[in-house]
């Protein structure tokens, strides 16, 4: 059985433990308060879920999530995700997490910050233009009509098809935006981040319509 190590019990996080227990996986989920504060959501989530430390929940991982707010990206554990797939749902709000010179004027990518701290890691985006209400609500067998599409992107092939797995069995269709470099497409204020559900098609048109700060 797959362990699936999440770092960031917020909304995003517990939604994707939820989706991830409901699709077989084993979860191992960690805040920034203590596993003792998220014994409500792991008894929820039964037996195939704990809590533990980030440093706990990173060691666990066969696949990581990072789902914390941006400005707390540094204090993700390096050395236990060494070697390993890490999928990051962050974004960027500049009102929560301070003014970052590099990503206001578009010379780096969330995602590129994060892959940068984390260098023996491969690091993927992923559902992080999908509220997070919706990872448990949205989804759709393979090839239903209108089937949500979400983007991914990294500079790792295994990586990026780990995400699509991940979206299939959840129940959404996958668009491969391309390296992180290429990311910011699907960032904050971009026409894929704001349009809500897309299919396949639609995403792909909005991806194109991106427009990055000079």
Known sequence: MTTLGIIGAGHIGSQIA???????????????????????LVAELGPQARAATAEEAAAAADLAVVTVPFKAYPAVPVEPLAGKIVIDTNNYYWERDGHVPALDEGRDTVSGMLQAHLPTSRVAKGFNHITAADIT??????????????????????????????????????????????SWRVERDQPAYSAGAQTRDELVANLAKAERAA
């Open 18 to 40: 939820r989706a991830a227990v409901a699709n077989g996986y084993e979860v191992v989920i960690a805040n920034s308060r203590g596993p003792e504060t998220l014994a409500e």
């Open 137 to 182: 609500t949205e989804g759709r067998p393979a090839g239903a009509p209108g089937r949500r599409a979400l983007a991914t992107a990294s500079d790792h092939e295994d990586a990026a098809a780990a995400v699509a797995r991940l979206y299939d069995e959840f129940g959404y269709d996958t668009v491969n935006v391309g390296p992180l470099a290429e």
